[in-house]
């Protein structure tokens, strides 16, 4: 499962960013995903969520999942959004294509990114 082996890796970054910096507790992972990442949000939430479970820094942390449009420029000239009105992932690719002039493809500047924005922790000491 894509998901997993994504939340795994969130997981491990998180981990090692919140032992450098000598945490307890990991309150919350601020997550950024394009749209065109392909993951499904519940189930990166479940995923991470069993993975996070009876961990001592990640156990209680909370996901915060940020959804980013996808970003394209296009040879006339345009740059900016698209696909703001698509819900579905599996009808994005037929419905990419730039706004202003039409042309079905445009290249994706942004869409695909998947980053731990920051995070939140807590020491004990505090
Ligand atoms: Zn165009």
New binding site residues.
């Given amino acids: 499962m894509h998901e997993f082996s994504i939340s795994k890796e969130i997981a491990m970054k998180v981990k090692k960013v919140a032992q450098q910096k000598d945490a307890d507790h990991v309150n919350k992972i601020n997550l950024r995903i394009g749209k065109l990442s392909h993951l499904n949000v519940d189930q990166l939430e479940y995923c991470f969520k069993t993975i996070a479970k009876g961990d001592e820094l990640l156990d209680k942390t909370k996901l915060n999942i940020e959804e980013k449009n996808i970003e394209v420029e296009?040879?006339?000239?345009?740059e900016g959004q698209v696909g703001d009105e698509i819900k579905k992932l599996s009808s994005l690719a037929n419905h990419l294509k730039?706004p202003?002039?039409?042309?079905l493809n445009?290249s994706i500047k942004k869409g695909k990114e998947i980053f731990v924005k920051d995070i939140k922790i807590v020491r004990e000491d505090e």
């Avoid at 296009?74 to 345009?78: A, F, I, N, T």
């Avoid at 202003?100 to 042309?103: D, E, H, R, T, V």
Wanted: with cysteine; aromatic share 10%; glycine share 18%.
């Fill in positions: 296009c040879s006339c000239g345009y730039c202003s002039c039409g042309n445009p």
